[in-house]
């Protein structure tokens, strides 16, 4: 059935592998970009946190339709939701990596007059990739959530507009064959991103 059907499926995995790497994309920058601020300043750590917290603990089926009707139908708002789902665990995972360093390291840095910003580069960011690919890991796996719970509640494409067409229309054997793909799609995508870790961060499994 899915080589029959093989177009139509790729059609829209293709639309939804779209929304989860923009969405993907902006939570790696955003997430990152916070990560940094926060582990530098205690005030903006402590006004971020609360915010943080209650960005996750709203229901996304709630909060979605408020996206579709301010963004629009588009794919804006499906690349939004993928992204407040998806940032989160690269905040906390990169907040962990780049203030879990060796103390005595800081000293000497101290000592040596190193800046901020070489710190940051030579130091703090070489020691958080490992957390921050963990972080990566969950966050792709969310960021296909979300694209999906956005398709299933406002989609005219995508895998998750499928499975509810295809409920709808009582089609069971089409509604497997999407599952199938968008599990394919997520584990591979996870794949690919364990592949990038390996190359990225070498000496963290010769550990």
């Given amino acids: 059935f899915i080589g029959q059907n093989l177009g139509l499926l790729l059609t829209h995995a293709w639309a939804t592998t779209h929304e989860i790497l923009l969405g ?12 940094v601020v ?14 943080l917290v209650l960005s ?5 089926v709630a909060v979605a ?7 629009g139908y588009g ?5 939004v939701i993928a992204f407040t789902i998806a940032f989160f665990p690269i905040v906390i995972t990169g907040v962990s990596g ?6 005595e390291m800081l000293d000497l840095l101290k000592v040596l007059k190193a800046s901020r910003w070489q710190v940051l580069v030579k130091i ?11 972080g990566l890991k969950i ?3 969310l960021a296909v959530i979300g694209a999906i719970v956005a398709e299933f509640i406002g989609g005219d494409t995508g895998l998750g507009y499928l499975i509810i067409v295809s409920n709808a229309t009582i089609s069971t054997t089409m509604m497997f064959a999407a599952l199938i793909v968008l599990s394919a799609l997520g584990m591979l995508l996870f794949a690919l991103l364990m592949v990038v870790e390996r190359v990225a961060v070498p000496w963290h499994f010769r550990q």
Avoid at 56 to 60: E, T, W
Avoid at 65 to 71: K, S
């Fill in 38 to 51: 926060m582990i530098h300043s205690k005030i903006m750590s402590e006004a971020l946190y609360p915010l």
């Fill in 124 to 134: 703090r960011i070489k020691n958080a990739l490992p957390y921050i690919f963990d």
């Fill in 56 to 60: 996750q603990v709203l229901p996304k």
């Fill in 139 to 141: 966050a792709i796996t």
């Fill in 65 to 71: 339709p408020l996206l579709l009707l301010w963004l």
């Fill in 98 to 103: 780049l203030t879990n360093i060796d103390p």
């Fill in 24 to 35: 993907f994309g902006l939570a790696i920058v955003v997430g990152l970009a916070l990560s």
């Fill in 75 to 79: 794919m804006l708002p499906k690349v």
